[in-house]
């Protein structure tokens, strides 16, 4: 076969190390080793080689670097894009691709190619392979490719405990690099890890070989910390007690990102402001934090953004919205405007941190991007007592990151960093959806990854509007997911809006509503029969039953604890557990990791005991539900499974 002439400037950003996969229904078998000089280029020609099986793709490269590299986040009169031909040669038994493209979009630009004749990979562990048939009826056709989002990517929220902390905290390069090349071939261009405390040796050793490795591939990789945070073993870059008494703070933080930059390879920092999400550091100091880490990465040629949380009641006299303070910092400091659970920007109601809505962000985020660089930063899995953990699988995911990048587009809008707990239970489809937010063809379709699986839209459309009525509009949410610690305690700030437990018999009126809400959601809950994924189509089963479960324990509150009608009740209730937990059993067993312990109890570098799925499989909240009536016990730590101290309180803070 004819080997393709690349330039050394594009040999740079197609180097790569082996990966080979296999049949998309099981885990993806490939050396673990991160040595090599696999490329792109060869990926290509391996991926090729799974459906026509030989040495038959020759690949033409024709890319031109730009000398202009525009701003992240907004959009510019020339933007990236590129442009592919596929021939067929003798007798359909040679082809090659000419692609045309500046240096930005030349990779993103071949795996759109691959899309568009059926090689998809919905999941870093699953592949579908087109039919020889089907690849065939594209000869000699050309495709354009004009992507929606410049910079588009992955925070790996590895302060939970996922499989992404076991790939890139505790070695597992082989899940790490599954992950990495599920990013380039679904054509995302960032990767964002959340760094936890770690050694800087642990680091060298497990995290830097894997961003490195994503750099090769062209990924833009960014790392995560905070100035000072103490909560959940975040990575400080200034020692807790020294920023708190503003030792040195200054010097400190400039010489901790100079050291970082050696032991992580790294193109842009995030950082937190706060000394928790929750709470503010003194706003001067503050803003000159952030000014000295604009300056440093500036010197080393990084990014820097800033996170700007949700979070509310920090308002600094003379400051305002603590959140908002990197709007007084210098340009050099970009912003990651947040939003959080399946709410976006537009929704009218958010009643997320006591918050009403996002207006507030919205308006943040648009002003600021004229001003500095700002990616949306978005989620698609809360995790915490909310979503994938309860489990519950919500559809409004796919609804609402759909409909918040249609809006970033019609403003100018073009940069997107979602943040992700973690892919197993089904919340693969839902990132896999964002990921492909970037092809025009998503453009005011949230079924478009579902389309792409075989699913069909007039089936889909009832189980989206349903769960949109009820679920979100009617906000059945607080019924079916569960109260955590913070919400329970007196002092605390709630997540999200719910009448607790405790309050059922104090809040009747409530509890009649949601009754109300939750018998005529069940009447009218759409059929699942036409649902071809057997996972997705038991999850969503799971999110019925839960619902059913929701609506027996609050008809319980009816009647007098202990009577036989309550009993009854609980019993009902104890019943749609055991089906919905015979359900999950199966997708437990199966899982596509079976390497790392996220459905068992996990002694991980993170705040948390378990895997992040360890509740999930045990359905522990809808337990502890029931147990809660059945006791009548109210304590905000009956039945808990975190520890406040390990959540709330950085390691050099109480070890």
Same mark, same amino acid.
């Given at each position: 076969?004819?080997?393709?002439?690349?330039?050394?400037?594009?040999?740079?950003?197609?180097?790569?190390?082996?990966?080979?996969?296999?049949?998309?229904?099981?885990?993806?078998?490939?050396?673990?080793?991160?040595?090599?000089?696999?490329?792109?280029?060869?990926?290509?020609?391996?991926?090729?080689?799974?459906?026509?099986?030989?040495?038959?793709?020759?690949?033409?490269?024709?890319? /031109?670097?730009?000398?202009?590299?525009?701003?992240?986040?907004?959009?510019?009169?020339?933007?990236?894009?590129?442009?592919?031909?596929?021939?067929?040669?003798?007798?359909? /038994?040679?082809?090659?691709?000419?692609?045309?493209?500046?240096?930005?979009?030349?990779?993103?630009?071949?795996?759109?190619?691959?899309?568009?004749?059926?090689?998809?990979?919905?999941?870093?562990?699953?592949?579908?392979?087109?039919?020889?048939?089907?690849?065939?009826?594209?000869?000699?056709?050309?495709?354009?490719?004009?992507?929606?989002?410049?910079?588009?990517?992955?925070?790996?929220?590895?302060?939970?405990?996922?499989?992404?902390?076991?790939?890139?905290?505790?070695?597992?390069?082989?899940?790490?690099?599954?992950?990495?090349?599920?990013?380039?071939?679904?054509?995302?261009?960032?990767?964002?890890?959340?760094?936890?405390?770690?050694?800087?040796?642990?680091?060298?050793?497990?995290?830097?070989?894997?961003?490195?490795?994503?750099?090769?591939?062209?990924?833009?990789?960014?790392?995560?910390?905070?100035?000072?945070?103490?909560?959940?073993?975040?990575?400080?870059?200034?020692?807790?007690?020294?920023?708190?008494?503003?030792?040195?703070?200054?010097?400190?933080?400039?010489?901790?990102?100079?050291?970082?930059?050696?032991?992580?390879?790294?193109?842009?920092?995030?950082?937190?402001?706060?000394?928790?999400?929750?709470?503010?550091?003194?706003?001067?100091?503050?803003?000159?934090?952030?000014?000295?880490?604009?300056?440093?990465?500036?010197?080393?040629?990084?990014?820097?953004?800033?996170?700007?949380?949700?979070?509310?009641?920090?308002?600094?006299?003379?400051?305002?919205?603590?959140?908002?303070?990197?709007?007084?910092?210098?340009?050099?400091?970009?912003?990651?405007?947040?939003?959080?659970?399946?709410?976006?920007?537009?929704?009218?109601?958010?009643?997320?941190?006591?918050?009403?809505?996002?207006?507030?962000? /919205?308006?943040?985020?648009?002003?600021?991007?004229?001003?500095?660089?700002?990616?949306?930063?978005?989620?698609?899995?809360?995790?915490?007592?909310?979503?994938?953990?309860?489990?519950?699988?919500?559809?409004?995911?796919?609804?609402?990151?759909?409909?918040?990048?249609?809006?970033?587009?019609?403003?100018?809008?073009?940069?997107?960093?979602?943040?992700?707990?973690?892919?197993?239970?089904?919340?693969?489809?839902?990132?896999?959806?964002?990921?492909?937010?970037?092809?025009?063809?998503?453009?005011?379709?949230?079924?478009?990854?579902?389309?792409?699986?075989?699913?069909?839209?007039?089936?889909?459309?009832?189980?989206?509007?349903?769960?949109?009525?009820?679920?979100?509009?009617?906000?059945?949410?607080?019924?079916?997911?569960?109260?955590?610690?913070?919400?329970?305690?007196?002092?605390?700030?709630?997540?999200?809006?719910?009448?607790?437990?405790?309050?059922?018999?104090?809040?009747?009126?409530?509890?009649?509503?949601?009754?109300?809400?939750?018998?005529?959601?069940?009447?009218?809950?759409?059929?699942?029969?036409?649902?071809?994924?057997?996972?997705?189509?038991?999850?969503?089963?799971?999110?019925?039953?839960?619902?059913?479960?929701?609506?027996?324990?609050?008809?319980?509150?009816?009647?007098?604890?202990?009577?036989?009608?309550?009993?009854?009740?609980?019993?009902?209730?104890?019943?749609?557990?055991?089906?919905?937990?015979?359900?999950?059993?199966?997708?437990?067993?199966?899982?596509?990791?079976?390497?790392?312990?996220?459905?068992?109890?996990?002694?991980?570098?993170?705040?948390?005991?378990?895997?992040?799925?360890?509740?999930?499989?045990?359905?522990?909240?809808?337990?502890?539900?029931?147990?809660?009536?059945?006791?009548?016990?109210?304590?905000?730590?009956?039945?808990?499974?975190?520890?406040?101290?390990?959540?709330?309180?950085?390691?050099?803070?109480?070890?």
């Amino acid at each position: 076969m004819k080997k393709t002439q690349i330039t050394a400037l594009v040999a740079i950003i197609f180097a790569g190390v082996s990966f080979f996969s296999n049949s998309w229904a099981h885990a993806l078998k490939q050396d673990v080793s991160l040595k090599g000089q696999y490329s792109v280029q060869q990926d290509l020609e391996e991926q090729w080689k799974k459906v026509f099986d030989s040495d038959s793709l020759e690949v033409n490269w024709n890319i /031109k670097p730009r000398y202009i590299y525009p701003k992240w986040g907004r959009a510019t009169d020339s933007p990236s894009k590129g442009k592919v031909r596929f021939q067929c040669l003798a007798g359909n /038994k040679k082809f090659r691709l000419h692609i045309e493209s500046d240096d930005l979009e030349a990779t993103s630009t071949a795996y759109y190619f691959l899309r568009q004749v059926g090689f998809l990979y919905p999941h870093p562990r699953i592949e579908i392979l087109p039919k020889k048939a089907d690849v065939l009826k594209n000869c000699n056709k050309t495709w354009s490719w004009e992507p929606r989002l410049a910079q588009r990517g992955f925070h790996l929220h590895t302060m939970h405990p996922s499989e992404w902390v076991d790939a890139f905290f505790l070695g597992n390069f082989k899940a790490g690099r599954d992950l990495i090349w599920w990013l380039v071939r679904n054509q995302q261009n960032l990767l964002q890890i959340q760094l936890i405390q770690r050694t800087d040796a642990e680091l060298m050793r497990n995290l830097s070989p894997l961003t490195a490795y994503a750099q090769r591939l062209g990924l833009k990789v960014g790392v995560s910390g905070s100035f000072a945070m103490f909560q959940q073993r975040s990575y400080n870059l200034i020692p807790f007690w020294r920023a708190f008494l503003n030792i040195d703070s200054i010097e400190t933080l400039d010489k901790s990102i100079r050291n970082l930059t050696s032991i992580v390879p790294f193109d842009f920092l995030s950082i937190e402001m706060g000394s928790s999400e929750f709470t503010a550091t003194r706003a001067e100091k503050t803003i000159s934090w952030m000014n000295q880490a604009g300056e440093t990465t500036r010197d080393l040629n990084k990014k820097l953004f800033m996170k700007v949380h949700v979070s509310t009641n920090q308002i600094i006299p003379d400051f305002g919205n603590f959140n908002f303070l990197p709007s007084r910092a210098i340009s050099e400091v970009g912003i990651l405007p947040h939003t959080v659970f399946f709410y976006g920007l537009n929704d009218m109601n958010a009643p997320m941190y006591g918050r009403k809505d996002y207006v507030d962000m /919205k308006e943040f985020y648009y002003t600021e991007s004229f001003k500095r660089e700002a990616l949306y930063y978005p989620e698609t899995s809360y995790w915490v007592f909310m979503d994938v953990d309860v489990p519950v699988f919500l559809t409004d995911y796919l609804k609402i990151r759909t409909e918040d990048v249609d809006w970033m587009e019609t403003q100018g809008l073009n940069g997107h960093l979602n943040f992700s707990t973690g892919q197993e239970l089904g919340y693969w489809l839902i990132d896999w959806q964002t990921a492909l937010l970037a092809d025009p063809a998503s453009r005011n379709n949230p079924y478009f990854a579902l389309e792409l699986l075989g699913e069909k839209k007039e089936v889909w459309k009832p189980i989206l509007d349903w769960q949109h009525e009820y679920i979100k509009t009617r906000q059945l949410a607080q019924a079916i997911t569960t109260a955590n610690l913070l919400d329970e305690l007196p002092f605390a700030e709630p997540v999200h809006d719910r009448v607790l437990m405790r309050d059922f018999y104090k809040r009747t009126d409530v509890i009649q509503s949601e009754i109300r809400d939750l018998k005529e959601a069940l009447q009218n809950k759409p059929s699942l029969e036409g649902v071809k994924n057997e996972e997705i189509r038991n999850l969503l089963k799971i999110t019925e039953l839960r619902l059913q479960h929701a609506l027996a324990l609050r008809e319980a509150v009816a009647y007098a604890r202990k009577t036989s009608e309550f009993n009854n009740k609980i019993k009902e209730a104890e019943g749609y557990r055991l089906l919905a937990h015979a359900l999950v059993q199966p997708l437990v067993k199966n899982t596509r990791y079976p390497e790392i312990p996220i459905f068992e109890p996990w002694k991980n570098p993170t705040s948390y005991d378990y895997g992040y799925l360890w509740s999930a499989s045990q359905l522990h909240f809808w337990q502890r539900e029931e147990q809660i009536l059945m006791t009548g016990s109210w304590n905000p730590f009956f039945m808990n499974i975190v520890n406040p101290f390990k959540i709330l309180f950085s390691r050099e803070l109480y070890e």
